[in-house]
């Protein structure tokens, strides 16, 4: 579709190198600052679908914005300017290599994982006599590699990470301190819309000076499931599916086309209609979360707009 932005390739003054992740790409300018851009590319159980879903750039990307300023007295983040609705400009970071997943529910991966009879996820217990999307007594950590664009993103323990030294013991505490704060802090936040935070991810890298922030996004839809608070003991109750709020009806779409992104299974066509379907569900997303309307960026040329703000911006 011609209104999605789906592949960049700008080159901005003083850029040392891009990098062209699932969906955003960050490019590096004099080793100093990262312009990252949220593109309209759609990925689900890591692989990227051959269509862009308009207006999803800019939602990440709004809501990542927001929730950063909400969270930013808990947690530092590398945040410095939004000139462009789809971009981010912060200070450059060293990611660390791993991903911290935090849930306070059962489900997604988790539930999936449970139904197959393990008990134990990166080397946290679950309970037993689990129903799918029940509440853990406690939220859990339950980290994954860092997948390259294409690859999938690997379950790993606290104990593994510090036994193969991907982060120091020193470090890891910290991100774990900062992973329960903003999830308590996005609970709250998720309570005041009507929301329940289930599940999410965090990432986090070091600045120059060796400062460890929070990275990429928070809160958003392709980062976190959500469901709606009104209704939720009930559905429980009566063992019925719960209102999410996250991008897992495309992998439930996906799913009932026969496609779990395991080897030799094709991806099913998108229709335009379904992706129209898609872009209003990530607007209601957003509307949700946020509390706010959604105003939608100009896209008669993405690209255009984008290089002309970056550039603005960068000149100043």
């Given at each position: 579709m011609s209104n999605t932005i789906?592949?960049?390739?700008?080159?901005?003054?003083?850029?040392?190198?891009?990098?062209?992740?699932?969906?955003?790409?960050?490019?590096?300018?004099?080793?100093?600052?990262?312009?990252?851009?949220?593109?309209?590319?759609?990925?689900?159980?890591?692989?990227?679908?051959?269509?862009?879903?308009?207006?999803?750039?800019?939602?990440?990307?709004?809501?990542?914005?927001?929730?950063?300023?909400?969270?930013?007295?808990?947690?530092?983040?590398?945040?410095?300017?939004?000139p462009d609705p789809n971009v981010a400009v912060g200070h450059l970071c060293e990611p660390f290599k791993v991903e911290m997943v935090i849930r306070g529910y059962m489900s997604g991966h988790a539930a999936r994982e449970y139904k197959a009879g393990k008990r134990l996820l990166c080397g946290v217990p679950m309970p037993e006599d689990m129903k799918e999307n029940d509440a853990f007594p406690e939220p859990i950590i339950t980290p994954a590699t860092k997948a390259e664009m294409g690859d999938h993103d690997e379950d790993i323990s606290r104990e593994e990470i510090l036994k193969r030294g991907i982060v120091s013991e020193e470090d890891y505490i910290v991100l774990e301190d900062y992973t329960r704060k903003l999830f308590k802090r996005g609970t709250e936040i998720a309570a005041q819309r009507g929301l329940i935070l289930v599940d999410t991810k965090y990432e986090f890298g070091k600045t120059k000076?060796?400062?460890i922030v929070l990275i990429d996004e928070i809160h958003t839809p392709d980062s976190s499931r959500y469901f709606y608070a009104e209704g939720y003991q009930e559905r429980q109750d009566k063992g019925e599916s719960q209102k999410q709020l996250s991008k897992e009806f495309v992998r439930q779409w996906l799913i009932s086309n026969n496609f779990q992104g395991l080897e030799g299974q094709t991806v099913p066509q998108m229709s335009d209609e379904y992706i129209k379907t898609v872009s209003e569900r990530y607007i209601e997303l957003y509307e949700n979360i946020t509390g706010e309307t959604f105003v939608k960026g100009e896209v008669s040329n993405i690209q255009n707009r984008i290089e002309a703000n970056v550039l603005s911006y960068l000149k100043t």
């Open positions: 789906t592949d960049t390739n700008f080159n901005f003054p003083n850029q040392k190198s891009v990098y062209k992740g699932k969906v955003r790409e960050v490019y590096n300018i004099n080793d100093e600052q990262l312009v990252m851009i949220a593109t309209d590319r759609l990925s689900a159980f890591d692989v990227v679908m051959p269509k862009g879903i308009p207006f999803k750039g800019q939602i990440l990307n709004q809501i990542a914005t927001k929730m950063m300023k909400d969270t930013e007295d808990l947690v530092p983040n590398w945040l410095v300017a939004t000076d060796g400062k």
